[in-house]
């Protein structure tokens, strides 16, 4: 047990370890998005600045976490950690303006709730537009930042929850069970029953 203990905090080292490069940035924010590929549902981007001080194991990329470990890990990332804030984009805004855009419109939510605010954010492999703080994108950052992968699991976790809610509001189509991806059972649900409100749009018209 100690030594699995002793493995992990050597793991979350190494993910600090990539943050503390940027070391001169007293406030680094990690930003990430869940929710880009469904068929239903809103985006969600999260930014997060850690406190350094804050001893937070388990942290990973949120895809590599099951859903108990990503739900005990965001109470303990919001209270240990010196901001976050969350954006959520519907999907009728996400059918307005297209998908790569609504995800930028919530990571830019996310960043403007930040406060203090961030000197330095470290982006999952995106350039945010219309940001006024230095921004690095790392490809495959929620697996190699510790600010990142914080940040995916508050996305992850807040995205599911909403799915969680949209399946008691509608019925039938299995959004707890795919979170609205683009399942075989979703798909014949959404042939079965037609498009919910909160279907995309543009991402199911080649369904029917």
Same mark, same amino acid.
């Given at each position: 047990?100690?030594?699995?203990?002793? !493995?992990?905090?050597?793991?979350?080292?190494? &993910?600090?370890?990539?943050?503390?490069?940027?070391?001169?940035?007293?406030?680094?924010?990690? $930003?990430?998005?869940?929710?880009?590929?469904?068929?239903?549902?809103?985006?969600?981007?999260?930014?997060?600045?850690?406190?350094?001080?804050?001893?937070?194991?388990?942290?990973?990329?949120?895809?590599?976490?099951?859903?108990?470990?990503?739900?005990?890990?965001? *109470?303990?990332?919001?209270? !240990?950690?010196?901001?976050?804030?969350?954006? $959520?984009?519907?999907?009728?805004?996400?059918?307005?303006?297209?998908? &790569?855009?609504? =995800?930028?419109?919530?990571?830019?939510?996310?960043?403007?709730?930040?406060? *203090?605010?961030?000197?330095?954010?470290?982006?999952?492999?995106?350039?945010?537009?219309?940001? *006024?703080?230095?921004? $690095?994108?790392?490809?495959?950052?929620?697996?190699?930042?510790?600010?990142?992968?914080?940040?995916?699991?508050?996305?992850?976790? =807040?995205?599911?929850?909403?799915?969680?809610?949209?399946?008691?509001?509608?019925?039938?189509?299995?959004?707890?069970?795919? !979170?609205?991806?683009?399942?075989?059972?979703?798909?014949?649900? &959404?042939?079965?029953?037609? *498009?919910?409100?909160?279907?995309?749009? =543009?991402?199911? !018209?080649?369904?029917?």
């Amino acid at each position: 047990m100690g030594l699995s203990l002793e !493995k992990e905090r050597e793991r979350v080292a190494g &993910l600090r370890a990539f943050d503390l490069a940027y070391a001169s940035c007293s406030r680094l924010a990690g $930003i990430d998005e869940a929710g880009r590929g469904p068929l239903a549902g809103p985006v969600v981007a999260a930014a997060v600045i850690p406190d350094p001080a804050a001893e937070i194991l388990y942290v990973n990329d949120s895809k590599k976490l099951s859903e108990k470990r990503r739900e005990m890990l965001y *109470p303990e990332i919001t209270e !240990k950690c010196l901001a976050f804030g969350i954006g $959520i984009v519907p999907p009728e805004r996400i059918d307005a303006i297209n998908i &790569l855009q609504a =995800t930028y419109e919530a990571m830019r939510a996310a960043v403007a709730q930040l406060c *203090p605010a961030p000197d330095l954010l470290l982006n999952d492999a995106v350039t945010i537009p219309g940001i *006024p703080f230095r921004q $690095i994108p790392v490809i495959k950052g929620d697996a190699k930042s510790f600010a990142i992968a914080a940040a995916s699991i508050l996305a992850k976790v =807040t995205r599911d929850r909403i799915m969680l809610e949209l399946d008691s509001r509608y019925p039938g189509y299995g959004f707890a069970a795919h !979170k609205g991806y683009g399942t075989a059972a979703h798909i014949e649900a &959404l042939r079965r029953l037609g *498009p919910s409100p909160v279907h995309r749009r =543009t991402f199911i !018209k080649n369904f029917f």
